[in-house]
Structures are given as structure tokens and as C-alpha cells.
């Protein structure tokens, strides 16, 4: 119940193309369901975050989908770009409760 | 330096060595968090520090001992590990941990801990 899924494991875009990657959850009390993004060597940083009251958010282009009766939620990553390959875990929580973490997508854009 | 630094960023220890990371964050933030990254696994949160008081305890071993003796800093300290100990170790700190995972964290780059 606690658990978040993420999918793809890895995921291979070439440059310029769209990446999309998964989560899926079943506690409905989740309320807040960010994603962070984690290059190598370096801890991961919050990239974009979303709350259930609205289906989609946007920031450059990035953007999340949220799909309430679903229990879904995706990133994606518009025009992607070689810079923008690391490894993206989506995470979920409520209230006060601590951050429920997917288990990661390794991306890498292709030139 | 800004943010949040761990050291050493990198540490090989045997069994039955005793060692200890280390986590400053320069934030001004009032919580601060370990947590254990492996391949391919979501991020476990290992222990949480509110002000300086531990308030969560996720089941780790007792050969894993947390020390937070100000806001600023946060220790790990490693006693008779074992090979499956093997891992990033991160530190993370947030504002406070009244609002949860909603409270943002920010990571430090991690020590790479293998156990021989």
C-alpha cells in the first residue's frame, strides 16, 4: 500500500525526443508527488512537484501528469537534450508523513 | 561551501572496522535525514533528525548509530558491518520535518561505502 512504482528501469531517447516515465501508486491519501532528478555523483534535487487538485504542471519542459482515479502520475521531458540524462525517481507522501520513493529511471539521451 | 557536504566521499572499511560519515549542511535548515541508496532500489530512509531530536528510526540495524549534536550536523556511525552494507549513503536536510515529504530536501553528494 506504501509502495510507489516506477517505470522504465532505463529508458534511451534520442535528442530532441519526448521521455516519459511512469509511477504508480495505491494509497489514496497520498497528496504531494514530486520528482527528483540525480546526475552522477551528486545527491538527487527536487526537479517539479504536483498536488492531486490539478491534472498537469508544467516547468520549461518538463511537465507531470497526474491522472487521480488512475493512481498514475508521469514525467515528461519535452526536447530532450543530453544534458537532461541522470537518473529521476518520482516519490509520493502525505500529511507529514515521509517521502514513499519509486525506484528510479536511469535515462539517457542519445546525441 | 554552500548546501549540503558529506565525507568522505568515498570509504572501503572491513567487517570489523569502526568508522563514522559525516554531514554538515549550511542551509540553516532545522531536519536532516540518512537515507541508504542501492542499485536499482528506492531510496530507504534510514533515521530523521527535528531539531536535533531523532524522530524517526526506520528498523536499521544497531551496527548503523546516528548522532546529530547540532542542526548543522549529522553523523553516521558504522561498527561490524556486513557485505549487503555496501552503498551510497546520503545525507538530505529540509526546513523541518512538520511538513513531511512536502518540505523539500536538499541531498549532499553522498559517500560510497563497500564493505569488505
Known amino acids: 500500500q506504501q509502495q510507489v512504482k516506477q517505470s522504465p528501469q532505463s529508458l534511451i531517447v534520442q535528442k530532441g525526443g519526448i521521455s516519459i516515465i511512469n509511477c504508480a501508486y495505491e494509497?489514496?491519501?497520498?497528496?504531494?508527488f514530486p520528482w527528483y532528478q540525480q546526475f552522477p555523483g551528486k545527491g538527487p534535487a527536487l526537479l517539479i512537484a504536483i498536488r492531486p487538485d490539478v491534472s498537469e504542471k508544467k516547468e520549461g519542459r518538463f511537465t507531470i501528469s497526474f491522472n487521480k482515479s488512475a493512481k498514475q502520475f508521469s514525467l515528461h521531458i519535452m526536447d530532450s537534450q543530453p544534458g537532461d540524462s541522470a537518473t529521476y525517481f518520482c516519490a509520493a507522501s502525505y500529511s507529514n508523513y515521509q517521502l514513499i520513493w519509486g525506484a528510479g529511471t536511469k535515462l539517457i539521451i542519445k546525441p | 561551501e554552500t548546501g549540503v557536504t558529506q565525507t568522505p566521499r568515498h570509504l572501503v572499511m572491513g567487517m570489523t572496522n569502526k568508522k563514522s560519515l559525516k554531514c554538515e549542511q549550511h542551509?540553516?535548515?532545522?531536519?536532516m535525514y540518512w537515507y541508504k541508496q542501492s542499485a536499482k532500489k528506492p531510496l530507504e530512509l534510514m533515521f530523521v533528525?527535528?531539531?536535533?531530536?531523532?524522530?524517526e528510526n526506520n528498523s536499521v540495524p544497531s551496527r548503523f548509530s546516528p548522532e546529530c549534536p547540532n542542526s548543522s550536523h549529522l553523523f553516521l556511525h558504522l561498527h561490524t558491518l556486513q557485505p549487503e552494507d555496501s552503498a551510497l549513503y546520503l545525507c538530505?536536510?529540509?526546513?523541518?520535518?512538520?511538513?513531511?515529504?512536502?518540505?523539500?530536501?536538499?541531498f549532499g553528494p553522498g559517500t560510497r561505502l563497500t564493505v569488505l
Open positions: 538530505a536536510s529540509s526546513h523541518s520535518q512538520g511538513a513531511g515529504g512536502r518540505d523539500t530536501q536538499y
Open positions: 533528525y527535528n531539531f536535533k531530536e531523532q524522530t
Open positions: 494509497n489514496t491519501a497520498f497528496d504531494y
Open positions: 542551509l540553516g535548515h532545522n531536519a
